[in-house]
Each structure stands twice: as C-alpha cells, then as structure tokens.
C-alpha cells in the first residue's frame, strides 16, 4: 500500500455568533478538510483549522503547504511507515496544523487498513472522555446563564472561562461563575496570553479564592521571565497551550517552570507527535490535558480518539464542544454529548464519514 495522492479542501461554516478572545474574534471556522488517497483505495481524513493568530496560518496557506510541500514529500510512501513519514514532514518548518491534519490523515488510513479504531492501535485506553464547555467572553451574568443552560442540556462538569481582556471584568466572571454555579463544578481559565504578568499576580488571589484548576497561558509566553514570577507565586498549575506548540518548547517550558501542566491539541501535533508529548510529560511528571483548537466534528473526532487512547490524557475533561458553536458541519452523523461525556466510535480508522453533499455546498475552492 503505498499513498497515491493528499488533496486539501478548504471549507467555510458560519458561526452560530463571533467566538471572541483576548487578541481575535473568528465569525465562522475557515478549515481544510484533508484527505490521504492510497493506491488500493482508502481515503484518510483530517481536518486543519486555520488560525493565523495562533500559528500564522491562513486557509490559503494550509492548501498551498499541502499542495506544494507536504504532498510530494508524502506520495509513494508507505502509510505504515510512521517514522520516515515523520521525519520528511519535521523538515517543514512551521505549518502547524497543516502537518498535524496529514498525520492524522495518514493514521486514519492505518486504521482503515487494519481494520482497527485509531484510539485503540494509539492505546486503547478509555470508551469515552469528559467534555468541557468553554465560556467565551460575554458578561458575568450572560456567562452563568450559558452555563446553566449547557449543563442542563449536556450534563457539563467542568468549564473553561475565556479571559485576558480586562482584568476587573475578568475577576467579575471568576467571581459570579464560582458564586452561582457552586462548587461541585470544575472551573479554569484561558486568557490566550492577554495578561501582564503584573495583572495576573494581582488576580492570584481571585482565582484561588474561587478554587480555579489551572491558568491556561496567563501571560505572553515570549515573557518567560514574567510568567516564571507568576508561576512561582501560585500553587494552580499553568497549563501552557500555544505557548508550547513543539516537543523542545515544551521541554523547556517545563524545565525553566513556566507550564506545569501542558494542553495537547492534535490539531497543531497529529496523532505521531502528540504521542511523543504524553510520553515526555509523563516522564516529567507534568499533567495534560486535551485541548480544542476550535475544532469542527472532524477534528474533535481526532482530539477524542488520541484523547481517549491514554490513561494521562483521558483523566481529565477534554475540549470537545466546540463544534457547538458552529452553524452546520461535514461530519455525516453528529457527535453526541450525553451526561457529559463522548463516547468513542467503534469504527476503522478515525470513523468519520463526510456527508459530501455538505462538503459541496461549504467548500470555497469550486
Ligand atoms: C484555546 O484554547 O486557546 C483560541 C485560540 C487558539 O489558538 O485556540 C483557541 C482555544
Ligand atoms: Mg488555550
């Protein structure tokens, strides 16, 4: 079996409302469905969000790294053979989720061939996973009503507050969140680096005082100094995310005591890397957690099949919702949130099914 061919497809679905964070606000998910034809017919897919605050890319750039780099670096390759595959993408540089999409891709062929779920040949670990719901910034008060109503209607246990604009209405949120939901729910916050390292320390005591679990990249990562203060006066691990996109980022985000925990996101790592970052950290003694790289159902397909496959990336809720947020989908059948959890899917592969039709209609290349 060799791979025949890469073909990337860029999509655009609306968002249900613009989804606002600290430095960006995204009105619909602009993705790359990518897909890995081998020469006896299988299809792998994967999806590639475009993020170009985050990794500097845009749709355009992803279709054109596929196109131009990563598919003739890939074609002609054995899908099973993981590490030459590996090592011809690492050449190319940067282009994040563009390389993670095609590993994933080139997994759900493996899988496919097999006849063997993904989550089960990564480690087979977990049925389901814990889902969290991300409070993106509003008021305090719109905040609580969201999370009244996504418990309600999904059975959410914990939730991620979206801060890092203004400090006041940052502890606000913190405050009335933790007042009106109780303390039976799991609360962290993720200000995408929207803090001064001054402004989260003089937050430490709102957020211990509320009882949140971790403080998702506080500061500027490009601030080591700063967030290494931070961090050496609060006993709530930080969980680094695009501060820590690469295996030597993390090392040394770790080592020098910036992050204590690390997010992974297979969006940004694949499945290949992001298996040698669960060893790594496990090694280190550092806690992780599965981040969402505001994925569609295709991608949250591939942060639940890694997620689920370990013991140290299953234990805590993983970022599988975000998909909510979206107007429509590709995914043939939508993904199920009940009592909290998603359960994986018993299916070759990653087990995702394109409704082509859909592809049809949200596609913006034809
Ligand atoms: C998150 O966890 O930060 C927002 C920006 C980004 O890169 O990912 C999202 C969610
Ligand atoms: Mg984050």
């Known amino acids: 079996m060799k791979i025949a061919s890469i073909e990337a497809v860029p999509f655009s679905i609306p968002l249900r409302n613009p989804t606002g964070f600290a430095h960006a606000s995204i009105s619909a998910a602009d993705h790359v469905l990518v897909r890995v034809r081998t020469d006896d017919g299988l299809v792998g897919q994967a999806e590639a969000p475009a993020r170009p605050f985050t990794y500097g890319e845009s749709q355009q750039s992803i279709v054109t790294a596929i196109d131009e780099w990563f598919s003739p670096a890939m074609v002609g390759l054995d899908p099973l053979a993981r590490e030459v595959a590996r090592d011809r993408m690492s050449w190319l540089v940067h282009n994040h989720t563009a390389r993670g999409a095609v590993d994933m891709a080139v997994w759900d062929v493996i899988g496919q061939a097999l006849g ?89 005591p709102v957020m211990e005082e509320a009882g949140i679990s971790m403080l998702e ?58 298996e040698r970052i669960v060893g790594m950290c496990e090694g280190l003694g550092v806690g992780l957690a599965m981040g969402s790289q505001m994925d569609g159902m295709v991608g949250t397909l591939g942060t639940l099949a890694f997620g689920a496959a370990f013991k140290s990336t299953s234990e805590r809720a993983g970022e599988l919702d975000y998909f909510l947020q979206l107007t429509d989908d590709i995914l043939a059948e939508p993904l199920v949130i009940a009592d909290g959890k998603m359960a994986v899917l018993d299916r070759p592969g990653v087990g995702i099914e394109i409704d082509e039709d859909k592809l049809a209609h949200y596609r913006v290349d034809k």
């Open 116 to 204: 063997q779920p993904v989550h089960r040949l990564l480690g087979g670990y977990a049925d389901a996973m814990s889902v969290v719901h991300i409070l993106f910034a509003s008021s305090p008060e719109g905040m609580v009503d969201e999370a009244n109503e996504m418990r309600e209607r999904y059975g959410f246990g914990t939730f991620k507050i979206k801060t890092g604009k203004d400090p006041k209405v940052d502890a606000a949120a913190v405050r009335t969140l933790r007042a009106e939901l109780g303390d039976d729910v799991e609360l962290y916050i993720d200000s995408n680096k929207g803090w001064s390292a001054d402004q989260a320390i003089a937050l430490l």
């Open 217 to 274: 990249e506080p500061t500027p990562a490009l601030e080591p100094l700063g967030r290494r203060r931070l961090a050496a006066r609060t006993s709530i691990p930080i969980l680094g995310d695009e501060s820590v996109t690469r295996m030597g980022d993390i090392a040394t985000q770790i080592l020098d005591d910036h992050s204590q925990m690390i997010s992974i996101k297979t969006a940004r790592t694949g499945f290949s890397e992001s």
